[in-house]
Nanobody, 122 residues
Framework: VQLQAFGGGLVQAGDSLRLSCAASGRTFSRYAMGWFRQAPGKEREFVAAISWSGAGTYYKDSVKGRFTISRDNAKNTVYLQMNSLKPEDTAVYYC????????????????WGQGTQVTVSS
């Protein structure tokens, strides 16, 4: 599956953004999907994941209550709604697809989008 993430931008602390990730192919609904992020000089880290059906969602502790992951299998798209953004949320955000179910480990995701930059100013 090929992925394309978009929706990033420059916002102020406290603002909201919604990232989208469009997938190609007919088998999107078979994949668990995840969002990861990578800040300059840091390793890529897990942000959120959602099961193939959307019934299960999982979050990094620091984004719980602020970020919401969702998917629309009819549109082959996964979303990340980000509210109450903080400067420490600044990173390149990547969407990824996993054939192995929801996971927080990048190695479990075989397909990655190109990333979209999110910058939060204080």
């Amino acid at each position: 599956v090929q992925l394309q993430a978009f929706g990033g931008g420059l916002v102020q602390a406290g603002d909201s953004l919604r990232l989208s990730c469009a997938a190609s192919g007919r088998t999107f609904s078979r994949y668990a999907m995840g969002w990861f992020r990578q800040a300059p000089g840091k390793e890529r880290e897990f942000v959120a994941a959602i099961s193939w059906s959307g019934a299960g969602t999982y979050y990094k502790d620091s984004v719980k209550g602020r970020f919401t992951i969702s998917r629309d299998n009819a549109k082959n798209t996964v979303y990340l709604q980000m509210n109450s953004l903080k400067p420490e949320d600044t990173a390149v955000y990547y969407c990824a697809a996993s054939e192995y179910g929801s996971s927080s480990y990048p190695a479990d995701f075989g397909s990655w989008g190109q990333g979209t930059q999110v910058t939060v100013s204080s």
